[in-house]
């Protein structure tokens, strides 16, 4: 096939009562296509919401991230929007590398001169 990844956005994806059938979807995608990146875009707060809450209490958001490779995270604010930015819509939100900020404990964001592929295509 002829795609990079597959992207879970619109509708909220990391909601409590999407992550059942979010968690099925990502499940079969991976099963199929190992090789494949999982990006995720979500208003929650990988630090403050995801893992400072959800980890605890919704019982499919730790085996989401341990499939998600990037995830954008916070709201989009209006006020805060900057066209100029990469993958994101406004400064407030931040790209994270969510395999390694859950390897090393603290939030690492995404770096795109370290995904040759996704770089390339971002200045198609």
């Given amino acids: 096939p002829a795609y990079q990844g597959l992207t879970l956005l619109g509708g ?45 209490q919704v019982p499919e958001t730790r085996e989401l991230l ?11 604010i209006l006020a805060e929007k900057d066209v100029t930015l990469l993958f994101k819509g406004s400064a407030n939100q931040r790209t994270i590398d969510v395999q390694k900020s859950l ?10 001169g370290q995904d040759t592929t996704i770089s390339h295509t971002a200045h198609l």
Avoid: H
Wanted: hydrophobic share 40%; aromatic share 14%; net charge negative.
């Fill in 66 to 76: 341990g499939y998600i490779d990037v995830l954008v995270d916070g709201p989009f």
């Fill in 12 to 56: 909220e994806p990391m909601d409590s009562r999407n992550q059942p059938a979010v968690l099925s979807l990502v499940r079969r995608f991976k099963k199929m296509y190992p090789e494949k990146d999982l990006w995720c875009f979500t208003g929650y707060l990988y630090d403050q919401d995801l893992l400072g809450k959800m980890v605890d």
């Fill in 103 to 112: 390897a090393s404990g603290t939030i690492v964001q995404w770096d795109p």
